[in-house]
């Protein structure tokens, strides 16, 4: 039985509402709710962010530039913007409290993000990648995404950037990308940069890639994220794979980079000059 003038639930054997007080004799012969009652806000609900205006430029140095309007907001890591309008401000802060800035510091982020407010209309910002590569634009409403360290690049206030532990010991040692990683989930576009080239994939359930460690640039929550050993003697000695490789099991997306910025480091060093004795 429910209330005629506001459609609140009436408990059994109550004389009155108690939302409203309206006797309970008038909701006698009300077996249903009204037709059309007034439904009260669920402030716990996440707001919807605002399309997001944005282009990707620069082919394989590459930036995004974001358009944003009055009051809308991006934040990225300290000094990571490359130029803004004049009005827009900027606000460095410690994003979600200690215990979340010390985990984005172990996923390979700083302590400190900043976050920038235009207060006209049309006003742009760029950030720029810090390595030749891509940079991706992902919807973490679709399904939170696990992301190598470092790659994060800039996002809308409602993406959450945390630390993610890798499951499992054997992924977590040579899976190429360590324990930790960066988890990104929440609502909204966030942007994250890759090193190389980048491949897309879906995997359907149950499918499986191996890659090699360290090529793993990101991949959907739902994929299974894991090691396994390079089979057969020879293979190991002299397959230059290594011993482990990296496996990815659907469902789900992942994306594939063509470098790896640690072996890229690894391959220049021969060639950097040394000081003479």
Same mark, same amino acid.
């Given at each position: 039985?429910?209330?005629?003038?506001?459609?609140?639930?009436?408990?059994?054997?109550?004389?009155?509402?108690?939302?409203?007080?309206?006797?309970?004799?008038?909701?006698?012969?009300?077996?249903? +709710?009204?037709?059309? +009652?007034?439904?009260?806000?669920?402030? *716990?609900?996440?707001?919807? +962010?605002?399309?997001?205006?944005? *282009?990707?430029?620069?082919?394989?140095?590459?930036?995004?530039?974001?358009?944003?309007?009055?009051?809308?907001?991006?934040?990225?890591?300290?000094?990571?913007?490359?130029?803004?309008? *004049?009005?827009?401000?900027?606000?460095?802060?410690?994003?979600?409290?200690?215990?979340?800035?010390?985990?984005?510091?172990?996923?390979?982020?700083?302590?400190?993000?900043?976050?920038?407010? *235009?207060?006209?209309?049309?006003?742009?910002?760029?950030?720029?990648?810090?390595?030749?590569?891509?940079?991706?634009?992902?919807?973490v409403g679709v399904c939170p995404i696990i992301a190598q360290k470092r790659s994060f690049l800039c996002a809308q206030p409602s993406v959450q950037l945390s630390a993610y532990v890798t499951k499992g010991l054997k992924a977590g040692l040579f899976g190429g990308e360590g324990f930790v990683m960066q988890r990104l989930s929440g609502m909204g576009i966030?942007?994250?940069?890759?090193?190389?080239?980048?491949?897309?994939?879906?995997?359907?359930?149950?499918?499986?890639?191996?890659?090699?460690?360290?090529?793993?640039?990101?991949?959907?929550?739902?994929?299974?994220?894991?090691?396994?050993?390079?089979?057969?003697?020879?293979?190991?000695?002299?397959?230059?794979?290594?011993?482990?490789?990296?496996?990815?099991?659907?469902?789900?997306?992942?994306?594939?980079?063509?470098?790896?910025?640690?072996?890229?480091?690894?391959?220049?060093?021969?060639?950097?000059?040394?000081?003479?004795?």
């Amino acid at each position: 039985m429910f209330c005629q003038k506001c459609g609140a639930q009436l408990n059994a054997g109550s004389k009155f509402c108690t939302t409203c007080g309206t006797p309970a004799d008038a909701a006698a012969n009300n077996a249903n +709710p009204p037709a059309n +009652p007034a439904s009260p806000v669920n402030h *716990s609900q996440p707001m919807q +962010p605002t399309q997001l205006n944005y *282009s990707i430029f620069g082919d394989n140095l590459p930036a995004v530039s974001i358009r944003l309007n009055p009051g809308e907001s991006i934040y990225t890591q300290s000094g990571g913007m490359t130029w803004m309008d *004049s009005t827009i401000t900027m606000e460095t802060n410690m994003t979600g409290g200690l215990m979340k800035g010390i985990g984005r510091m172990f996923s390979g982020e700083s302590l400190f993000m900043a976050t920038y407010t *235009s207060h006209a209309p049309n006003q742009e910002i760029v950030i720029a990648s810090g390595f030749p590569g891509y940079i991706v634009a992902a919807d973490v409403g679709v399904c939170p995404i696990i992301a190598q360290k470092r790659s994060f690049l800039c996002a809308q206030p409602s993406v959450q950037l945390s630390a993610y532990v890798t499951k499992g010991l054997k992924a977590g040692l040579f899976g190429g990308e360590g324990f930790v990683m960066q988890r990104l989930s929440g609502m909204g576009i966030v942007f994250f940069e890759i090193d190389g080239s980048l491949v897309e994939r879906t995997l359907a359930p149950g499918e499986t890639v191996k890659v090699d460690t360290g090529n793993v640039a990101a991949f959907e929550e739902t994929v299974q994220y894991q090691a396994e050993m390079v089979k057969g003697f020879k293979n190991i000695l002299f397959g230059g794979e290594g011993l482990f490789l990296t496996t990815l099991t659907g469902p789900g997306k992942v994306w594939l980079q063509t470098m790896s910025m640690s072996e890229f480091a690894k391959g220049i060093i021969p060639y950097l000059p040394t000081r003479s004795n």
